[in-house]
Structures are given as C-alpha cells and as structure tokens.
C-alpha cells in the first residue's frame, strides 16, 4: 500500500468530492494534535492507499510520519503539495524533486559546512530513482532541487535567490523516509513566487492540479 502524504487537509479537499474513491476508515491520535493529523484509508479501482495530514512545518511532517511509518507498512511514501519559486515558474508548473535541504540550517560559521547541511548529514536528501522512474512514466515531469524551510518566504532574500523552489516539509519527509529505508519521492505545484496574495488568490488552480496529479497515480501505483 502506498501513502500520500500532504501537510494540510485543504491540499487535498477536493478528494472527498470523488465518489468513485471509496472511504475505508479514519484514523488520527488522541492528543491535542489530532485536529491536524490524521490518516485516511481508501480504495480506488482495486488499490487500497493511505492518505495522511501532517501538519505544516518540519517538525509536524516528520514527527508524523515516524509514527506512520513505526505503526503501518507502506511500499512508498510520496508527497504532493504546493511550493513556492523564486524563478517565476508560471503557477500550477508542476515538478519531480530531484533532492531537498534544509534551506533555513546554517552552520557556515563552522569550517567545511554549506547552507542546508548538519553535522554528521549529507547536504541533500534524495528521492528514489526507482519510484520517480515509476511514476514519471505516467506524469512526464522536469526535475528541481527543493529548499525546505519554517517560513513562508514573501520577498527575495539573499539565501533563497539561487533555490529553485522551497516548501516547509519536504526534506523533513525526505529525511525520515530515509531513516525508515522506504522509498520516498514528491512532487510539487507551483503556488506563488514568493508572494503570499498570489498563493491565495490562485488557490484553487494549484489545489486542482495538485488534485489531478494524485488521481493519476493512485489508480497506476
């Protein structure tokens, strides 16, 4: 069984809309978190998947799927959701990661680090090749890099200028899939160029494709 995993519920609203996916059960934990995360079991042309709400940031999205992945087995973890992009990427583009980072850890006052790295870590966390083979089979998409930060980036800082997308929980589902050996891949919409009106007003338009992509995996993977 494959999980979706998504950081908020109003990502992926549009798929309660869809008769055809069938409803198996919810399930969320009994904390003071369970308004914002939950998994979802459902059925699609024969095809049992999961689809989680992790909470947005990077320590709700891995704390979150550590306990998934420690409860359920799953085949792949894949994540779709909105990104933002400093290069004016029309909205709605739509993108495999290649690799994601920590685009807001900055350990360069120490010798030999990079932006994005921690100590004893590789910089980048990459998304399997295999999975990413499987599903741009059906999807045909270009690849980008993903800088993963807690902050919604409004304006061209210096830091960000050369990231071709960023998100706040991409490298955080990266990193914890492979601490799980699972693999891992996500795809990204474009939702705004670092301007938040942009990301509102053109909600439904990434929401819709986010929407379509995931209908064009679910029934194939």
Partial sequence: MNLYIFAEYEEI?????N????????????NEFKEIQKITFYKYKNKKFAVAISGVGKVNSSLFLCYLLSKYKFK?????????SNEREKIANSFLIEKAYYGDVDLTSLPNYEIGMLPNLKKYFYTSNNLN????????????????QDKFNTNYQDDLKSKSLYD????????????FNIPFSAIKVVSDNSNLS???????IWKSKIYNIFLNLIGEL
């Fill in 13 to 17: 609203e549009l798929l309660d809309r």
């Fill in 19 to 30: 008769a055809n996916i069938k409803f198996i059960k919810e399930e969320t934990i009994d």
């Fill in 76 to 84: 792949n973890v894949i994540n779709i959701g909105p990104a933002g």
């Fill in 133 to 148: 083979k499987i599903i741009n089979k059906k999807l045909n998409l270009d690849f980008r890099v993903i800088a993963t």
């Fill in 168 to 179: 706040m929980e991409c490298a955080s589902f990266a990193h914890t899939a492979l601490f």
């Fill in 198 to 204: 942009q990301y509102k007003n053109n909600n439904l």
